[in-house]
């Protein structure tokens, strides 16, 4: 069965200051990955995906995010944060099951961004 | 891009009443729909897959009576909780795939449930 982890539940940064966010996931075959984002009483955005191809994505508002099979890892970056980046962070892996594309998250991490 | 909306975005019921949150794909046509559950500073569970013109899919321990999925069109889900209780109030969210057999999906705002 996949699963994911997200080992810090909460961040602070400073604003103007580099940010990433750790992901790490199980999977038996190539996962497909997703980066999404919540604010407070809001359904989820996608920020970014990856299914196959070039291992370092780009996803909006200037997000990035790195495939690294061999750390089984997917960590999110963004290197210049912004007082509206303040958020919930939620990795996903999912499973191409023809009929059964069903989506798996972390628990997320907490973002806090300091003036 | 792909829009899922839900309705209503809040809503407060007595104990022992049923209530139904619906989940719409605006853009695109939806054979399957998602249905999450999620606690306050919690992850998203997965409660069960909508399937249009079948029945849904329950995930384990989440019981299949009180929580009823109708898949009415290939547009529409929905969710009713019945004879709903305190415990039951949490955050609701759908979502769907743009592409069928596709593992991307896109998210409805979510129906906040509370139970008084």
């Known amino acids: 069965a996949q699963s994911v982890t997200q080992p810090d539940i909460h961040i602070t940064v400073s604003e103007g200051a580099s940010l990433e966010l750790r992901c790490n996931y199980s999977y038996g075959a190539t996962p497909y990955l997703f980066w999404y984002v919540q604010s407070p009483g809001q359904g989820l955005q996608l920020l970014l995906k990856y299914f196959s191809g070039d291992t370092l994505v780009q996803g909006i508002k200037g997000f990035e995010a790195e495939f690294k099979r061999s750390q089984s890892s997917f960590n999110l970056r963004k290197p210049s944060v912004h007082w509206s980046d303040a958020a919930e962070y939620f990795c996903?892996?999912?499973?191409?099951?023809?009929?059964?594309?069903?989506?798996?998250f972390g628990t997320g991490t907490r973002l806090t961004i300091i003036p | 891009g792909a829009v899922v909306s839900q309705h209503p975005s809040r809503v407060i019921c007595k104990s022992g009443t049923s209530v139904k949150i619906e989940c719409r794909s605006l853009?695109?046509?939806?054979?399957?729909m998602f249905w999450y559950r999620q606690f306050p500073k919690q992850s998203l569970m997965l409660m069960a897959t909508s399937n249009e013109g079948s029945k849904a899919t329950y995930e384990q321990g989440v019981e299949k009576d009180k929580f009823l999925i109708n898949h009415a069109s290939l547009t529409l889900s929905t969710l009713t909780v019945t004879s709903a209780h305190p415990e039951d109030s949490s955050f609701y969210i759908c979502?769907?795939?743009?592409?069928?057999?596709?593992?991307?999906?896109?998210f409805g705002p979510g129906t906040r449930l509370t139970v008084t």
């Open positions: 979502s769907a795939p743009p592409v069928a057999s596709d593992p991307e999906q896109y």
């Open positions: 853009d695109f046509q939806a054979t399957t």
């Open positions: 996903a892996v999912g499973a191409f099951n023809f009929g059964n594309e069903k989506l798996t």
